[in-house]
């Protein structure tokens, strides 16, 4: 009888075998456009653990393949944040698996936690929380040929897996190579941050070069990437702040600073083609009386009035940012080319994922929070 139990598990662990170890088995690794050739030194030193794991009884392969992840299995408070022991996945055909480094904490994990952002439901517990990391490729798909065991990557990942935990999947199209000049913990705050900021200034903004921009919170994780990703496209760049922030947002290149605190901004700044709104509430309602004829407002919180729009004759939307690994690309390299300055404010450990979102809340955070999931 426990010969037929040792069998059954040597097999469920064969079957949970990554595309990684069927290539380790095979002395061959996918390359870039090419076909498979010898592994390299530093693959041939992981598929060396990977056997020397697989040769030991069935317990312990078993602990080659379990993690460690931050789960809610309801929603609520911090409280409900727990790390658990769970399956590491195994990438489909597209995907690729990271081994996470470091993962950044966003208002929308908040949000998420507490059962308030319609995406993730009750039907989706246990979940895993995050929405973008840093780290390496562990283990690659059959069709994946854009990146190799090892590349250091970040990604901005779909609501269908979670940040928050040692190993993840993601679409290979939502994944981009890091940039060379940030570590871990640079390159996880930027993701979602980074595509919020790009898709809301271009693709529903229309933003382009000489056209004028107030951006609401500029000294916040997405509000100091717009900042510099406005003024990389040649804007002129206006943004609303508090005064203990005058001078970050200044550094990043704004042209105009109005301190909401003691200004208001209708009464200091000309119409623009664009108004960026992170804030929301009575800030976007004035914010019609500042926008061109023909300009935009566009939230990534409540939809702006369309009647009101309309007799103003200007634009409005509201949308959610999508992953995308070609736009993420292009913003890591405006990153090595010294044009957009990534900002972290503070750093926690997994196990402080509560103090961490906590902080994020409550605290006056100029830049990005993250987690430092592995060293």
């Known amino acids: 009888m426990v010969f037929f139990i040792m069998l059954k598990l040597r097999l469920a662990g064969c079957r949970a075998k990554t595309s990684l170890q069927r290539q380790c088995s095979d002395g061959a690794v996918p390359t870039r456009g090419r076909k498979t050739e010898s592994t390299t030194a530093r693959e041939q030193s992981f598929c060396s653990a990977v056997s020397a794991l697989e040769s030991r009884d069935p317990g312990h392969h078993r602990s080659f393949i379990i993690m460690q992840a931050v789960r809610i299995h309801r929603f609520g408070g911090p409280e409900v944040m727990t790390i658990e022991e769970i399956d590491r996945p195994i990438p489909s055909a597209n995907e690729v698996l990271i081994k996470v480094l470091a993962a950044s904490v966003n208002p929308v994990d908040a949000k998420m936690r507490e059962g ?4 993730v439901t009750e039907k989706d517990l246990p979940y895993v929380l995050g929405r973008d990391v840093s780290g390496q490729i562990a283990a690659a798909g ?3 040929s854009s990146f190799l065991i090892g590349d250091d990557v970040f990604a901005f990942l779909s609501p269908d897996h979670g ?3 040692e190993f993840v999947l993601a679409r290979a199209d939502e994944v981009a190579t890091m940039p ?5 913990v640079g390159a996880a705050a930027v993701p979602l941050a980074g595509i919020t900021a790009w898709q809301g200034l271009f ?3 229309g933003l ?3 056209k004028r921009v107030l951006i609401h919170g500029g000294a916040g994780g997405v509000g100091h990437f717009a900042i510099q990703l406005a003024k990389d496209k040649g804007a002129w760049v206006a943004t609303t702040v508090s005064t203990a922030d005058r001078e970050f947002v200044s550094d990043l290149g704004a042209d105009l600073v109005i301190d909401y605190k003691s200004e208001k901004f209708e009464d200091v700044i000309e119409p623009v083609d664009l108004v960026f709104d992170l804030i929301g509430g009575e800030t976007q309602d004035r914010s019609f009386d500042v926008v061109k004829p023909g300009g935009a407002l566009i939230s990534t919180l409540k939809e702006p009035d369309k009647a009101r729009a309309a007799e103003l004759s200007i634009r409005v939307g509201r949308y959610t940012a999508q992953p995308n690994g ?3 690309q292009e913003i890591a390299e405006l990153i090595d080319q010294g044009k957009v300055k990534v900002v ?5 450990k997994l196990s402080e994922v509560g103090q961490a979102q906590t902080a994020l809340k409550e605290n006056h955070i100029r830049g990005k929070v993250v987690l430092k999931v592995a060293d």
């Not at 060379?180 to 871990?184: F, N, P, R």
């Not at 972290?344 to 926690?348: I, W």
């Open 116 to 119: 308030k952002y319609p995406v």
């Open 142 to 144: 059959d069709n994946v």
């Open 163 to 165: 940040g928050y935990e």
């Open 180 to 184: 060379k000049s940030l570590d871990a």
């Open 203 to 205: 693709d529903h903004g």
């Open 208 to 210: 382009r070069s000489g």
């Open 326 to 328: 070609s736009q993420l």
């Open 344 to 348: 972290v404010a503070g750093t926690f």
